[in-house]
C-alpha cells in the first residue's frame, strides 16, 4: 500500500512539473475547459435561478374551489376537514359570497353591480399547494370536483404548465450542449496528452528499456490530465460565479419593476464540487483514450 502510494505521489509531482513547466500552454488549455465548462454550468444555475424569479414574479398558483348556491354549513364543514387531511396542500381560505361582493365593489365595480337585487356569487375557498408540478394541479383538482357542494374547480396553473415546458426545453438543451462540450473537452485532452507523448517518447523508450511497465509510463499523463481538468473546473466555477456578480444588479432591478426581491444564488459546495470533479472525469477519459491509442508502438 506505502509502495502504491508513493509511486502515485511520484507520477503527481511528475504531472505537476509537466504542467508548471509549459505554463502557457497549460494555461490555454485550461481556459478552453474552463469556459466550455462555464457555459453548460452557468446555464443550469441561470435556469434555477429565473425559475426562482418566475415565480416570485407569477406570485402563488392556486386553486378556486367554487360551492353550489344551496351548499349548507355541514357541507362546508366536510370540505375543511377535507382540506385539512391534504398532506399536498400549503394552506387554503375560505371566501364567503358576502366577502367576495365586498371584494367587486372595493375594486371599482361598485356601480356595475349597483343594478343587482340579489349576491349572484357562490361561497370558495381559494387553496394554495406546496409545488408547482402541473400534474398534482390535474389530480387534486379532479379529485375535489367529487367532493359534495363543489360546483366548479378552476386552476390558477396555465402559467404554471407553459413555465414547466420552457424550463424542461431549456434543460434538455443546456443537456445537448454539455455532451456536445463533454466531448470536446475530451478530444482537447486527447490531443494534449498525445503531444506530451510525443514529447516524451524518447524518455518513455528509455523508460521500457530498464523496466519500467506500461502502468509505470502511463501514471503521469492520467495524473496530467486530472489535473488539467480540475485547473478547468476552478476556471470554470470563477467564470460562473463572475457572471452571477456581473448579473446580480439588473436582474434586481428587473424583478424590482415588478414588485419582487430576487437574489441570484451561484452554486454550492455540492454544485461546485459535481463541477471540478466532471472536469477531472473529461479529463481523465481523454487521457485514457490517448494513452492507450499512442503508447503502444
Known amino acids: 500500500m506505502r509502495n502504491w502510494l508513493y509511486l502515485h505521489f511520484r507520477a ?11 505554463l502557457f500552454g497549460t494555461l490555454l488549455s485550461t481556459l478552453v475547459m474552463g469556459i466550455a465548462l462555464a457555459l453548460p454550468a452557468g446555464g443550469y ?3 434555477d435561478n429565473v425559475s426562482a424569479l418566475a415565480r416570485g414574479i407569477s406570485g402563488t398558483p392556486e386553486i378556486s374551489i367554487f360551492l353550489d348556491n344551496d351548499v349548507d354549513s355541514a357541507q362546508i364543514d366536510a370540505i ?8 399536498q396542500l400549503a394552506g387554503f381560505r375560505f371566501v364567503s359570497s358576502e366577502d367576495a361582493l365586498k371584494q367587486l365593489e372595493s375594486s371599482g365595480l361598485g356601480d356595475v ?3 343587482i337585487t340579489f349576491n349572484p356569487l357562490p361561497d370558495a375557498f381559494v ?3 406546496r409545488g408547482d408540478d402541473p400534474a398534482l394541479f390535474d389530480a387534486l383538482s379532479a379529485k375535489m370536483r367529487g367532493w359534495p357542494g363543489v360546483a366548479h374547480v378552476q386552476l390558477d396553473s396555465a402559467w404554471v404548465k ?6 424542461e426545453l431549456a434543460r434538455v438543451m443546456m443537456l445537448g450542449l454539455s455532451v456536445l462540450l463533454g466531448v470536446a473537452l475530451v478530444i482537447v485532452t486527447f490531443n494534449t496528452v498525445r503531444l506530451q507523448i510525443l514529447t516524451q517518447k524518447s524518455e518513455i523508450e528509455i523508460s521500457r528499456l530498464l523496466g519500467a511497465t506500461d502502468r509505470f509510463i502511463r501514471r503521469p ?6 489535473l488539467q481538468g480540475v485547473l478547468g473546473g476552478l476556471i470554470a466555477l470563477a467564470a460562473v460565479w463572475g457572471g452571477i456578480i456581473a448579473l446580480t444588479a439588473p436582474v434586481a432591478k428587473v424583478a424590482k419593476t415588478y414588485g419582487v426581491e430576487i437574489l441570484l444564488v451561484g452554486p454550492g459546495w455540492k454544485e461546485s464540487l ?5 472536469a477531472a472525469a473529461l479529463g481523465w477519459l481523454g487521457t485514457a483514450i490517448s494513452v492507450r491509442r499512442h503508447l503502444w508502438w
Open 221 to 226: 499523463f492520467y495524473w496530467f490530465g486530472v
Open 12 to 22: 503527481f509531482t511528475h504531472a505537476l512539473e509537466r504542467l508548471s513547466g509549459q
Open 113 to 115: 353591480l349597483a343594478g
Open 162 to 167: 407553459r413555465l414547466a415546458a420552457l424550463l
Open 45 to 47: 444555475i441561470l435556469l
Open 127 to 129: 387553496v394554495t399547494l
Open 274 to 278: 459535481a463541477i471540478v470533479g466532471l
Open 80 to 87: 375543511k376537514r377535507n382540506l385539512q387531511d391534504e398532506p
